[in-house]
């Protein structure tokens, strides 16, 4: 991006790996807002909290671009209402709209959507199945741009330390030799098949299961499903999160639901490991070497890791393939919107 553009990207969460990479070969500076309150009850406090320190940062900022991720949709109309009372010359506006922006319960707010996504400057979805329900639903052309592969380091890391120490009833040549380590990524949400994954770990005792994220938001009920060879390691930070996924033998990323891309498979192409995750067109089309695609049953899990460890090596070398092919189709994908972008500005 040209120094001369000033860009910022507002992003309504806690985190966001997706906004995280595209602002920083953007050059565009990520604003990551939330506020978490104990009861959902006052949730609701939330939205107007937000959208009042979006308008705060914009007016001190005094961006040119202005990147807003969807859902939720808010985020999007608090930047055009900064654009309308400093002047619609000053500024345009993007929008990163994610799958969830279309599906519940954000789909309640269609109207919304449609007025934000029309007036918005560019679109960005993240796969072309996504960008054809834009188009069918809202008759808005969009862009698509899948995330950027994260840059990791590859070295040996002190990472094994942090896996081990989740596991201390195993001695360390235990620990290396009789497991095979899965790292299951998880924000307990709704549209993740985890029921599925214990019934798999329940069967497969050789197996150990680490599920990733902040189990304050997991059933209760399905907390209590206490099994030998699966830890749930709550929130990790990102060195120990990275960790933890350079030190197992293949990562699973799930969804419920289609149409869907997601951070966690991307993290695991930029580590080079087997993939294993959920059979929708846009996953299959995008990791299509070095990934096992399951239809989210227990019996498709079980048999897509006993693949894996029979073609671990072959696997990995396939997403080490495929790494370098999807580094170099985004940054011409990249190229490509920038200088559309310049064109939009002007």
Not at 11 to 38: G, M, Q, T
């Amino acid at each position: 991006m040209s120094k001369d553009l000033r860009a910022v990207f507002i992003v309504w969460a806690p985190y966001s790996p997706r906004s995280k990479n595209f602002s920083e070969r953007l050059d565009a500076h990520l604003y990551l807002i939330s506020y978490k309150f104990k009861r959902k009850i006052y949730s609701i406090i939330k939205y107007p909290l937000l959208f009042a320190k979006t308008l705060y940062i914009l007016k001190r900022e005094k961006p040119e671009i202005i990147l807003c991720q969807s859902p939720p949709i808010f985020c999007a109309l608090a930047a055009m209402v900064y654009q309308y009372l400093t002047g619609k010359k000053n500024s345009v506006v993007l929008i990163d709209a994610h799958t969830q922006s279309f599906d519940k319960p954000w789909s309640y707010f269609k109207a919304l959507n449609r007025l934000a996504l029309r007036r918005a400057s560019m679109v960005i979805v993240t796969n072309v199945e996504l960008q054809s329900k834009v188009l069918l639903n809202y008759g808005i052309n969009s862009i698509v741009l899948e995330d950027r592969i994260p840059d990791f380091d590859m070295s040996p890391s002190a990472g094994y330390q942090n896996v081990k120490k989740m596991n201390t009833k195993e001695k360390d040549d235990d620990y290396n030799n009789l497991f095979f380590k899965v790292a299951v990524i998880s924000s307990f949400a709704a549209d993740e098949p985890l029921e599925n994954v214990l019934d798999s770990a329940e069967d497969l005792t050789d197996v150990k299961f680490f599920i990733t994220g902040d189990k304050s938001k997991a059933d209760k009920q399905f907390l209590k499903r206490k099994l030998n060879n699966v830890v749930f390691t709550g929130f990790l930070e990102h060195d120990a999160y990275i960790s933890l996924l350079q030190n197992v033998d293949t990562i699973m990323v799930l969804t419920k639901r289609d149409r869907t891309m997601l951070a966690g498979a991307y993290e695991t192409l930029a580590l080079e490991k087997p993939l294993i995750t959920s059979n929708w067109v846009p996953l299959k089309q995008y990791f299509n070497k070095g990934a096992i695609h399951v239809d989210n049953s227990s019996d498709e899990i079980k048999q897509a890791i006993k693949t894996v460890q029979r073609k671990k090596e072959a696997l990995a070398k396939d997403m080490h393939q495929l790494k370098i092919e999807k580094i170099n189709e985004w940054e011409d994908k990249f190229n490509d919107f920038k200088k559309h972008l310049i064109l939009t500005k002007k």
